[in-house]
């Protein structure tokens, strides 16, 4: 089966930096995703990882270590959009599009 | 370019009812999957398909299907509803045709209450 680990919610300053952890238990690996869904609406795109290491995006980075079923997301000066939820989810070989996505770590972000 | 669109973005059923979700993806996306998103179980994968075939099906009760027609277009459906069928449904489009995975671009999804 496959499993995916990440905090339920944090709170962090604005202009803080903060980094959102998720660990993945999977039958094999492609890739890992993050998202940003904002309440009420679609979840968008933020980044996607494959090789071990840092990608970075502007304030936005993700981080991947794939022997340890490891990835963070990091994200720099803070601003109050930020506060949304962001998804884990890992792509797993075989299965085309089947995405598996953790529960999401709620973002609030205070002045 | 449209995005994904998704109809209809509310509706509420009773138990017992079935219902028929519509999902448009991106033009010239030709692979389409759908998400059960609830507040304690996130998203979980119900199935995908690409070229009007299902590649992936996640696990669901038989009671949800699906399918899609040769413009990509795709439906859902579930029948004999269940107070827990309440639930955000998202549809994401990918341009991927093979099998590498691709970034899904979500709708705005339609939400299903079920009274």
């Known amino acids: 089966g496959q499993n995916i680990d990440q905090p339920t919610e944090m709170t962090a300053t604005e202009g803080a930096i903060v980094q959102i952890n998720c660990t993945y238990q999977?039958?094999?690996?492609?890739?890992l995703f993050w998202y940003q869904q904002h309440a009420g609406e679609a979840p968008t795109f933020l980044s996607y990882?494959?090789?071990?290491g840092l990608e970075e995006k502007g304030r936005f980075s993700s981080f991947l270590s794939r022997s340890k079923g490891y990835s963070y997301l990091l994200l720099k000066e803070l601003q109050m959009k930020d506060s949304a939820s962001y998804l884990c989810?890992?792509?797993?070989?075989?299965?085309?599009?089947?995405?598996?996505f953790g529960t999401g770590t709620k973002l609030q972000v205070i002045p | 370019k449209a995005g994904v669109t998704q109809t209809p973005r509310y509706l509420i059923k009773t138990r017992g009812q079935q219902v028929t979700l519509s999902c448009s993806p991106i033009s010239g996306h030709r692979s389409v999957s759908w998400y059960q998103q609830t507040p304690g179980q996130g998203l979980q994968f119900l199935f995908e398909y690409f070229s009007e075939t299902q590649r992936n099906k996640g696990n669901f009760p038989g009671r949800f299907s699906g399918r899609q027609f040769s413009n990509s277009r795709s439906e859902m459906n579930v029948s004999t509803l269940e107070l827990g069928d309440s639930a955000l449904y998202l549809c994401?489009?990918?341009?991927?045709?093979?099998?590498?995975?691709?970034?899904?671009?979500f709708g705005e999804g339609s939400r299903l209450t079920v009274l």
């Open positions: 999977t039958s094999g690996f492609n890739g």
């Open positions: 989810a890992v792509s797993v070989p075989g299965g085309y599009q089947k995405v598996t």
């Open positions: 994401a489009s990918s341009g991927t045709s093979g099998g590498n995975t691709g970034e899904l671009f």
């Open positions: 990882n494959v090789l071990d």
